[in-house]
């Protein structure tokens, strides 16, 4: 089971850091994956990266902004949320799986997914 935290209300230009943490077992050779699903719209990738390797990929739109990374002692992934945008605004979703890279930003490639943390940016 995957639990996403870390929500909340940030102003434009302000920061908040969502984590995902798992209660079963270690995400071990699986991809951790970021989606997002503003009101009224698709459900989107944001990021994800390997658990056990190098690989990070983000949606063009947060590139520079936000910043995927894991805790190994943890068991956690994080997703550091900087100069936030009023369109940045969504429930967050952490989503877990083994797609191949470039499926990664599919929704239907990920198997298991948290219950979500809403992230509200005031303009």
């Known amino acids: 089971q995957l639990q996403a935290s870390g929500g909340g209300l940030a102003q434009a230009g302000g920061s908040l850091r969502l984590s995902c943490a798992t209660s079963?077992?270690?995400?071990?050779?699986?991809?951790v994956a970021w989606f997002r699903q503003a009101p009224g719209k698709e459900r989107e990738f944001v990021a994800a990266?390997?658990?056990?390797?190098?690989?990070?990929l983000y949606t063009d739109s947060v590139k520079g902004r936000f910043t995927i990374s894991r805790d190994y002692a943890k068991i956690t992934v994080y997703l550091q949320m900087n100069s936030l945008k009023y369109e940045d605004t969504a429930v967050y979703y952490c989503?877990?799986?083994?797609?191949?890279?470039?499926?990664?930003?599919?929704?239907?490639?990920?198997?298991?997914w948290g219950q979500g943390t809403l992230v509200t940016v005031s303009s």
């Open positions: 990266l390997t658990w056990l390797g190098g690989s990070i």
């Open positions: 989503a877990a799986g083994r797609p191949i890279f470039s499926r990664w930003t599919e929704r239907d490639s990920w198997n298991y």
């Open positions: 079963g077992r270690p995400f071990g050779d699986y991809k």
